[in-house]
């Protein structure tokens, strides 16, 4: 399974990115899909996460901010982000997995990350 991560880029704080994901080569459906983040020093962590039902779960910091989304039949999921602030900087990652797992999640597959930088 191959999952390839863009639109990562340098933005000032308040403004909006939005991250997508393309995922190929899964053989069962991936229930579960989110994006999680590592900043310098720091554990990865689950921004948010979406089920193929739709079903939509955020981290604390990033509610009201950010949203996922997905589309099925493409195989996609991308996170909108909106007011992003200086510590939203991190590498992100899009996973996937066909399990959902709603607490704690740590999923099966990984992208290679997309670096989001916000300055201040």
């Known amino acids: 399974v191959q999952l390839q991560a863009s639109g990562g880029g340098l933005v000032q704080a308040g403004g909006s990115l939005t991250l997508s994901c393309q995922i190929s080569g899964n053989t069962v459906p991936l229930n579960h899909m989110g994006w999680y983040r590592q900043a310098p020093g720091k554990q990865r962590e689950l921004v948010a996460s979406?089920?193929?039902?739709?079903?939509?779960d955020y981290a604390e910091f990033v509610k009201d901010r950010f949203t996922i989304s997905r589309d099925n039949a493409k195989n996609t999921v991308h996170l909108q982000m909106n007011n992003l602030r200086p510590d939203d900087t991190a590498v992100y990652y899009c996973a996937a997995d066909p399990v959902v797992v709603l607490v704690n999640p740590w999923m099966d597959y990984w992208g290679k990350g997309t670096l989001v930088t916000v300055s201040s």
């Open positions: 979406i089920t193929s039902g739709g079903r939509s």
